[in-house]
């Protein structure tokens, strides 16, 4: 397993920008998949984007296509979430989480999360 502390979450106007940080301690960060999730008030969690440990692939739910870029830096042992042109709908608490999958959008595969932070998108 891999301890993950999320940071960079708060209060942003529609069309701004946030860049959350996932800082990780523990097992190896460069042999995990890193994976962001989200989970709006009275809805399921679901996926917003990854970046792979093999080959840096990144991948991204439809909804944020185009607006959001996850990164990592394995020197730093930390992944990104920059978040551009936000919308309200993007209000939710955002979660990173880890897994030794090469890929996946699935939240059951990803054993190990962080606490999350809340992102707030105003109209």
């Known amino acids: 397993q891999v301890q993950l502390v999320e940071s960079g979450g708060g209060l942003v106007q529609a069309g701004g920008s946030l860049r959350l940080s996932c800082a990780a301690s523990?097992?190896?960060?460069?042999?995990?998949?890193m994976g962001w999730f989200r989970q709006a008030p009275g809805k399921e969690p679901e996926f917003v984007g990854a970046i792979s440990w093999k080959n840096f692939a990144t991948y991204y739910a439809n909804p944020v296509k185009g607006r959001f870029t996850v990164s990592r830096d394995n020197a730093k042992n930390t992944a990104y979430l920059q978040m551009n042109s936000l919308k309200p709908e993007d209000t939710a608490v955002y979660y990173c989480?880890?897994?030794?999958?090469?890929?996946?959008?699935?939240?059951?595969?990803?054993?190990?999360w962080g606490q999350g932070t809340q992102v707030t998108v105003s109209s």
């Open positions: 989480a880890a897994t030794q999958l090469r890929a996946s959008v699935t939240n059951s595969d990803f054993g190990s």
């Open positions: 523990g097992r190896s960060f460069s042999s995990f998949t």
